[in-house]
């Protein structure tokens, strides 16, 4: 939480923590009651720099190196006993301006473990193999190689529909790359790293590691201004109107977000194939991750081979389409943050379900649990089902809102809030055309 204005002695104290760690130029995270010196690990940290989003005054770190670690604590464990550590003195957890706050964030982490362990004694953390197989079954067959017949036809027509089969099958093969991303499919990092390489690289184009160090970023503090990567999406599109303030700046005020609602999937497709054909390939390429490098070889090779050029970028489009509009569901209405919260408040107040039901958790492959899933990132998507009335209570215990809307209604909400900031940013452009006049 951060401190109310005008409370000078929690003010001072911070100023005072702060000072001590400029002086002795270290970086620490709080972790389980004390502070751990990663001044020298975080180049090293194979999460990336997201472990500096803790090493500031205020965030406590216990339980997101839980959640994001929780298949290799014992290998967390021991990387953590090599590191200097103190023990954390009451005064510089800083987890609220007075007892009482510091007292609900306590309890909060104690329910939330308490829950964690539940859900680990009942098994909700194994992989269900079942389920995965039949999802690459159903995206390789259904969606890519049916695609890809349908698109042989020489007719204008035919091609497209087989583009649009084609660009949602590797949009849905992108939610289960997700999982994999999360050590999830087979409950084995590397395994499931290689098998992400697969389903991102060799189906999708696109690289796996560029994409789990963006999104380890966005679960730590998601809707968190300047945290969360998920929400830089300019100058294709603006998430929200506190990204947009300065009419000169071209970044920000410019055709595209000015128009952004009308011009929703033209903007995403402009922003997958910026990502598609340079941050991943130049990511790739600057850290030489040859066997991502070899996945996309392959993709583009067969892909542009088979079904020629303009139908491939149609089908981006239609996979750029399906997923964005698929996340967006999630996060992308809802306010953000510029403050420090719990990982329980993270997961509750800044991020939406989309109500369950045959079709939705079809469509979405149970990624409309999507609060669960940020609780417990780890958790196989088919599993989220089973904490979802237990995590309905913790959020009724701290009166927090628990967000669920019908899929319709997250569509409209989502495009609502597009709009909005659309208008924002004309209203933007139009003070500083006055200003310039």
Request: a neutral charge.
């Amino acid at each position: 939480m951060a401190p109310n204005i005008g409370d000078t002695s929690q003010e001072n104290d911070n100023l005072i923590i702060e000072e001590n760690a400029l002086k002795i130029g270290k970086k620490e995270v709080l972790y389980d009651g004390f502070f751990y010196d990663v001044t020298n690990f975080i180049d090293r940290h194979p999460g990336g720099y997201v472990i500096e989003y803790y090493t500031n005054t205020g965030e406590d770190a216990t339980v997101p190196i839980m959640m994001f670690h929780h298949r290799s604590k014992k290998k967390v464990d021991a990387i953590m006993n090599m590191l200097p550590r103190r023990p954390a003195p009451e005064h510089e957890m800083n987890f609220g301006t007075d007892a009482k706050s510091r007292q609900r964030y306590k309890n909060m982490t104690k329910d939330f473990r308490h829950l964690l362990k539940e859900a680990e004694d009942e098994g909700l953390f194994k992989p269900v193999y079942f389920r995965n197989i039949m999802v690459v079954i159903e995206v390789t067959l259904t969606m890519l190689l049916g695609g890809y017949i349908v698109m042989q036809n020489d007719t204008f027509l035919w091609k497209v529909l087989g583009a649009i089969i084609t660009g949602i099958g590797m949009g849905r093969m992108g939610l289960l790359q997700h999982e994999c991303g999360h050590n999830s499919v087979t409950g084995n990092p590397k395994k499931d790293k290689f098998l992400q390489n697969i389903f991102y690289g060799f189906y999708m184009g696109m690289s796996s590691q560029w994409w789990v160090r963006r999104h380890n970023r966005h679960h730590a503090m998601p809707q968190r201004f300047q945290r969360d990567f998920d929400m830089e999406h300019l100058p294709v599109t603006a998430v929200h109107e506190d990204f947009v303030y300065d009419p000169e700046n071209i970044s920000q005020n410019n055709v595209l977000t000015r128009n952004q609602g009308f011009l929703l999937p033209l903007n995403g497709t402009l922003f997958i194939c910026a990502i598609n054909f340079y941050y991943h390939p130049h990511y790739i390429f600057k850290r030489g991750l040859w066997n991502e490098m070899i996945a996309l070889m392959l993709h583009f090779g067969i892909a542009f081979y088979t079904v020629g050029v303009w139908p491939y970028m149609l089908a981006k489009s239609f996979m750029s389409l399906y997923l964005s509009s698929s996340f967006a569901l999630n996060h992308t209405h809802l306010p953000i943050t510029y403050e420090s919260k719990h990982w329980v408040e993270f997961g509750l107040l800044h991020t939406a379900n989309v109500s369950p039901g045959w079709f939705n958790d079809w469509w979405l492959i149970l990624l409309n649990y999507q609060i669960e899933h940020h609780l417990f990132p780890t958790m196989p998507q088919y599993n989220l089902r089973f904490v979802a009335e237990r995590v309905k209570k913790l959020a009724a215990k701290y009166d927090l809102k628990y967000n669920t809307e019908s899929l319709p209604r997250s569509y409209m909400n989502t495009m609502a809030h597009v709009f909005h900031v659309q208008d924002h940013v004309r209203k933007v452009h139009k003070e500083g055309k006055t200003k310039t006049n």
